[in-house]
């Protein structure tokens, strides 16, 4: 996969906070870059969805099975 790793993370995990996350779903694959920040003392959270990455993780688990 080039390099790239993923946190696993499983439904109703609690997420050490950082920055920056790239996450994937355990079962999908869909994969999402998740950034952190506190704004006027309120935290915020932003979930993109990443395709290429989505992708490029279903084509290695699909070759896995």
Same mark, same amino acid.
């Given at each position: 996969?080039?390099?790239? %790793?993923?946190?696993?993370?499983?439904?109703? /995990?609690? @997420?050490?906070?950082?920055?920056? /996350?790239? #996450?994937?779903?355990?079962?999908?694959? @869909? %994969?999402?870059?998740?950034?952190?920040?506190?704004?006027?003392?309120?935290?915020? #959270?932003?979930? %993109?969805?990443?395709?290429?990455? %989505?992708?490029? @993780?279903?084509?290695? $688990?699909?070759? /896995? $099975?």
């Amino acid at each position: 996969m080039g390099g790239s %790793t993923y946190q696993q993370v499983w439904d109703g /995990e609690w @997420l050490p906070l950082n920055r920056v /996350e790239v #996450v994937a779903c355990c079962g999908c694959g @869909l %994969t999402h870059i998740i950034r952190y920040r506190v704004r006027k003392g309120k935290p915020g #959270v932003q979930y %993109t969805r990443d395709n290429r990455r %989505t992708g490029q @993780l279903r084509r290695h $688990q699909k070759g /896995e $099975q």
